[in-house]
């Protein structure tokens, strides 16, 4: 009597025959084993190409954010932007990247970090081409909260894709640096394209990143495998959906707080953001499948990756967003003169950060992060009083410009270079997409209040200075912060 054949495990591949098909996508044997699914003509991961195109797209979707710096007076003047929406030029993009990052990270590690990647870049070409199409300061605004939803599906997955292809040890620690560095890269050629092509129209520089996306999505779809750690159960919708409305809502706040802290709008979107997030507690208690683990709360290397993106954001983006507009005003710098001068900055921040992985094994990211702030707030302190309204800069000012450009972009280089690291090595390897959407939230939730603050302070009677302290205060807040969180023994 022939004996019945048994179904299929759900958790784990069917025994494979000589007779049998291979199931083309079987779950991992163990919840901590990266499978990589076949995809195209390549069945396993190849590092060297993965590295390529997650470091590529990251510098896309970073030019991206950064374009606006050295061209807002221009766009405000082609849009008719008012002075009070000047904020939402820069904040757009940071507002749907901390309202999507985490989703986007989460959800990658369970239904494929390849896939939500291509979605991504394929997204950020569409929209930086829509954005570049606008011709009111509303629908630049809304393009530019859509390119940042896309960054995050970019940034959240690359790190994930990145574990799955180098293994624990040296080369996954010089991956995670040189993508770090990438961060940098983009960051410094944003502003350098912007303020080149922005010359001629300021719809160029976007026109020429929409196509760079469509480009790197085109051979991110020959060239990268799939990559997932499912848990099983339902996805966390409900936890997304609470998450991104606590997200807007705070950043919203942020940003029309430029115009006046004290007004009834901004504190009913602040509260609904306090009561949102703890919804979103609740709701990540009960879920089968949370967007994060609440146990990581807990746990102090996360905690450090969380505070040293949130303060990089705060003091380091927050100012120097703004920073071009400053020097444009201040030096009477054009606009690409103005980004030259931030690429000194940024440039050396690739540089460094390019380098830092050679302080793997004698330098804890947690150290790394400490001196970057350090050396931030150091160079910034030099720069008070130098950027007083005057058209006529004296030798003076540019000798202590300079050197300050340089000090603070070697401390970003170290930032840049560890907090990748940090964000990857702090949750279990089969979360590493979520680690990196949470530090990058941070991040960005930081960036957008920053910029928010930097803006509002700037332009109020304590004038450039007043940023600058600013910058100096959060940067010496963080240094102490990432010290104290150090693993208990």
Do not use: C, K
């Amino acid at each position: 009597m022939a004996q019945p054949v048994r179904p299929r495990s759900r958790t784990g591949p069917a025994p494979v025959t000589p007779q049998a098909e291979p199931e083309p996508h079987p779950r991992p044997p163990r919840p901590d084993t990266h499978h990589h699914s076949r995809s195209h003509s390549h069945p396993h991961p190849r590092p060297g190409p993965t590295l390529a195109i997650t470091a590529a797209a990251t510098a896309v979707a970073l030019m991206n954010y950064t374009s606006p710096m050295t061209t807002v007076p221009g766009i405000s003047a082609a849009l008719a932007t008012p002075p009070s929406g000047q904020a939402w030029l820069l904040n757009g993009t940071p507002l749907g990247l901390a309202a999507v990052l985490l989703v986007a990270g989460s959800l990658a590690d369970d239904y494929g970090r390849r896939r939500l990647f291509l979605i991504g870049t394929l997204a950020l070409g569409i929209t930086t081409a829509l954005g570049a199409l606008a011709t009111d300061t509303l629908t630049f605004t809304l393009a530019r909260i859509a390119q940042g939803a896309a960054s995050a599906a970019i940034l959240a997955t690359s790190l994930g894709l990145l574990v799955g292809a180098f293994p624990a040890g040296a080369a996954r620690i010089r991956a995670t640096g040189i993508w770090g560095a990438f961060v940098s890269a983009g960051i410094a050629l944003g502003p350098l394209l912007a303020g080149s092509l922005g010359s001629v129209d300021w719809r160029l520089p976007y026109a020429v990143l929409s196509l760079a996306a469509l480009v790197t999505a085109a051979l991110a779809f020959r060239t990268l495998t799939e990559s997932r750690a499912p848990r099983g159960g339902r996805p966390d919708l409900a936890g997304a959906a609470v998450l991104g409305l606590a997200m807007t809502a705070l950043l919203t706040a942020l940003t029309l707080g430029r115009d006046g802290w004290l007004r009834a709008p901004i504190g009913l979107l602040l509260l609904a953001a306090l009561a949102l997030t703890l919804g979103f507690l609740a709701v990540e208690r009960r879920a089968a499948a949370p967007l994060i683990d609440l146990s990581l709360l807990r746990s102090r290397p996360f905690l450090a990756s969380a505070a040293g993106g949130l303060f990089t954001g705060l003091a380091v983006i927050g100012l120097f967003s703004y920073l071009p507009t400053l020097l444009q005003q201040a030096l009477g710098l054009s606009a690409l003169n103005s980004a030259w001068l931030f690429l000194l900055w940024s440039g050396t921040a690739f540089l460094v950060a390019l380098q830092a992985r050679r302080l793997t094994g004698r330098v804890m990211p947690r150290h790394q992060l400490a001196v970057g702030f350090a050396l931030h707030a150091v160079a910034v302190l030099s720069l008070l009083g130098t950027l007083g309204v005057t058209a006529h800069p004296g030798p003076a000012v540019w000798l202590r410009l300079v050197p300050a450009l340089v000090v603070s972009g070697a401390g970003s280089g170290l930032l840049n270079a560890a907090l990748p690291r940090l964000a990857v090595e702090s949750v279990p390897p089969e979360r590493a997409a979520m680690g990196s959407g949470a530090n990058n939230t941070a991040r960005y939730i930081g960036s957008s209040a920053g910029v928010a603050v930097t803006i509002a302070i700037a332009t109020t009677g304590t004038g450039a200075n007043g940023a600058l302290l600013l910058s100096v205060g959060l940067a010496l807040l963080a240094t102490v912060t990432v010290l104290l969180l150090r693993e208990r023994d």
